[in-house]
């Protein structure tokens, strides 16, 4: 992205307009003082005159009496205003600031595809029968510009990364909305009950069907409203691995020291499995039911017999190793699945009845609980308008890898559709708003998902802490890659990654500061002026970014700064605080300020 040079905003402040100011300060505290001078003779029964200035004059020259009471008073209450007004002051000093070099960022005029006409032109090609004039027509809502006030969208085949720390706002100004204004169907990710609370009853009110799955509590008591077969779609050994691929990805120790030969065996050993009681028609239970008995032959038997004889040779092979090493890549492989070992979770990815796999005598195959929950179809679930919440958290009773797999599920399914779809898109574009990605769905596909599921009507938005956080999970060169396919890269602020900071700032570019000198000499005082390049938005600014404030880098496009979209700026603002009042913690009013 190239960066563009531009004149530093000149900076001008006149002697009466700071008079001015000393004026309006002396009379707020003035009046401060009279209040707390009043309250304290009121209390204390003494006289209390209402002309201001006879009350200054009589406290000056000692005819009234100013009590300790009073002093008292006027501490706290001119504390409290003088705390105030700087608190006011540097807040306003730090979007002021930022805001005079947004000229030094992209205009509207400047923003291809993502603002203006050339974003409608591309909605109504993207999406025909979508109306552009209500909220979500145009695109999903990533902020509006400081300069003009101009929306900036995100296209319906524009993938988004966000960096953004805790409380910065992008639940409120970016997540909120995405997930309310999805055309088709949406999947929400987090581990904070906040994205919920306020979506649900929007969307149920426009007629989508709810599946949740809160196994940790995150809005409460732990719940999952539905079932699904993990192994549903496990017909081959590559649908097998990916599977895999989900379970070992979330399950992997922080920090923890990968061994080739052990973890990369053990996840085809994992594999091997699924597919063995994928094709008996069994579950994922049956699964790790075939991985307790090391030397069984009936997982050899069922994949031969239903004709994945290489598959079956690998597990051979595997299960004729020296004891020790046999031993040592099994209880690696069955440590991926320790999340089915906690009955609840469990539950909820076996069928509401099972079958006995001929010639499985283990106690896991032979168990047989029930239950009556729906089960939940990803196939129908991508050609519908419904919501699936994910939720989980990290630590020892994590669901990360059930919700990883079931995220990983239904986008397996979206891309299936899409592929079976005229121009190889999904007939109503997907959302994915994957909030705390990184601590609740760890898909080791995304980056690759961010190069190729744009185009195919499969719209992502991953929101991510800091790099660090994302580098722990997928690698530093495989988020490279991530954010680099981004069509939309949105800095949200309070990260505190210097060398990050930096590429945001030399990608904004440099402007022009004039500097004056002056100059002595017997004929008198001469001025000149010179002028000096500065990076336009130093890394100092970047790491105060105002809460309500974003740089938003787009494909072609150079950055922009703009004001966070808020949910109670949107139309459907009372829809949004009626959800909350139902699915909240409690009823009161929340402003989108609280959830920053």
């Known amino acids: ?153 995100q296209s319906w085949e524009d993938m988004l990364i966000a960096f953004a720390g805790p409380r910065t706002g992008k639940t409120a100004g970016l997540a909120i909305g995405a997930v309310i204004d999805g055309p088709g169907a949406v999947i929400a990710t987090s581990s904070k009950r906040d994205l919920r609370d306020h979506t649900r009853g929007v969307r149920e009110g426009k007629g989508s069907r709810v599946w949740e799955s809160d196994l940790q509590g995150v809005t409460g008591d732990p719940h999952q409203e539905f079932c699904w077969n993990p192994l549903g779609a496990v017909t081959s ?200 990605a990184a601590n609740c769905c760890k898909l080791p596909d995304l980056p690759m998902w961010y190069s190729t599921l744009g185009s195919q009507g499969i719209l992502f938005e991953t929101y991510l802490h800091s790099p660090a956080q994302g580098a722990r999970v997928w690698g530093a060169s495989q988020l490279d890659e991530m954010v680099s396919a981004a069509n939309i890269h949105y800095y949200g602020g309070s990260v505190k990654d210097m060398a990050y900071l930096e590429t945001i700032s030399k990608a904004i570019g440099e402007h022009d500061v004039p500097r004056w000198a002056a100059s002595h000499s017997e004929h008198g005082v001469s001025h000149s002026q010179s002028w000096s390049t500065e990076l336009a938005v130093p890394v100092s600014m970047l790491f105060q970014l105002p809460k309500d404030r974003a740089i938003v880098m787009t494909s072609g496009n150079a950055p922009v700064l703009v004001r966070k979209s808020f949910w109670t700026d949107r139309p459907d603002a009372a829809e949004i605080r009626k959800s909350n009042a139902k699915y909240g913690v409690d009823a009161e009013e929340e402003s989108a300020k609280e959830l920053l």
């Open 237 to 436: 050994l590559k649908a097998a691995r990916r599977l895999a691929a989900r379970f070992v990805a979330a399950e992997r120790i922080e920090d923890a020291r990968l061994d080739g030969y052990f973890d990369g065996g053990a996840a085809e050993l994992l594999a091997i499995h699924f597919l063995a009681a994928a094709v008996a028609g069994g579950d994922i239970l049956h699964a790790y039911a075939l991985l307790s008995q090391e030397e069984s032959q009936l997982a050899y038997k069922l994949l031969v017999d239903s004709g994945q004889l290489p598959a079956a040779t690998k597990l051979r092979t595997a299960q004729r190793l020296y004891p020790k090493q046999r031993d040592g890549l099994y209880d690696v492989a069955r440590r991926n699945l320790n999340v089915l070992t906690d009955p609840d979770y469990l539950r909820t990815v076996l069928p509401p009845r099972r079958i006995q796999i001929p010639g499985d005598t283990t106690e896991l195959g032979a168990w047989m609980p029930t239950h009556t929950l729906p089960e939940f179809d990803p196939a129908a679930f991508v050609r519908s308008a419904d919501v699936l919440y994910a939720l989980s958290e990290e630590g020892a009773d994590s669901a990360a890898a059930l919700t990883t797999a079931l995220v990983g599920r239904v986008i397996d399914e979206a891309r299936a559709l899409a592929r079976r779809s005229p121009g190889g898109r999904m007939p109503v574009p997907m959302v994915a708003v994957l909030d705390e």
């Open 1 to 153: 992205m190239s960066s563009h040079r531009t004149q530093a905003p000149a900076h001008h402040r006149s002697g009466w307009t700071a008079l001015l100011i000393l004026l309006c300060a002396g009379l707020v505290l003035g009046s401060a003082a009279y209040g707390a001078w009043w309250l304290a003779a009121w209390l204390s029964g003494d006289p209390t005159p209402t002309n201001p200035l006879a009350v200054a004059i009589g406290t000056t020259t000692f005819q009234a009496r100013w009590s300790p009471l009073a002093t008292a008073f006027t501490v706290i209450t001119e504390s409290a205003l003088i705390g105030g007004a700087i608190r006011a002051a540097r807040s306003w000093r730090s979007v002021s600031q930022l805001d005079q070099r947004a000229t030094a960022m992209a205009t509207p005029r400047e923003l291809s595809e993502v603002a203006g006409r050339s974003a409608i032109d591309k909605a109504k090609r993207l999406r025909p029968d979508a109306d552009v004039s209500q909220p979500g027509g145009i695109g999903l809502a990533v902020g509006t510009t400081v300069q003009g006030g101009v929306g900036v969208y």
